[in-house]
């Protein structure tokens, strides 16, 4: 079985993370995505962070489509970071394929990620494109260290088959919703 992996905040969760999903399960032609809800994010203030809770149940209300499963599997295990996450996905279920998609947001801070390094060389990624953000992105750090191990987009259907390294920028999809755009000022969420 292939596996999308979507981490993040999800704070709120919203019609991109959505949007991702599918076009993620059709381009990478997974089997299911998991949306993985993190208790924080240690690269932003969590201070306006909603509890797990309530962003897990809104999160389903969002997805609203059997191949994507809301999970908070982090606070469940006691990590924090996506490499231990990762690690700890391929040691309890080493059957299931797995690639970990993000949006070029994240590509272009990628190299700040604890063991960002140790992600690549354990799972695909797939990276989907976030206007304005590609050029950016496709100049990270990250990406100029990862530059050799780019597959082309065309054989994007066959990335959960590949070894990690490997990696993905996928085009097509243009929105530009995002959840700091959805939070007013006091940290509630917008209606959405």
Known sequence: M?????????NPP?????????????RLQLDRVWWLVTPG??????????????RAAAARKVAADPRIEISCLESVIGTRYTADTIDYLRRRASRLRFVWIMGADNLAQFHRWQKWQHIAAQVPIAVVDRP?????????????????????????SRLADRAAPAWVYLTGLKMSLSSTGLRNPDGSWKSF
């Open 2 to 10: 292939r596996i999308g992996l979507l981490g993040g905040s999800f």
């Open 14 to 26: 919203h019609q991109a993370h959505r949007a991702i999903s599918l076009f993620a399960l059709k």
């Open 41 to 54: 994010n240690p690269l932003k203030d969590n201070g306006g962070l909603h509890a797990l809770a309530e």
């Open 132 to 156: 304005p953000r590609s050029f950016r992105a496709l100049n990270a750090p990250a990406a100029r260290a990862l530059a050799r191990y780019r597959v082309a987009e065309a054989d994007a």
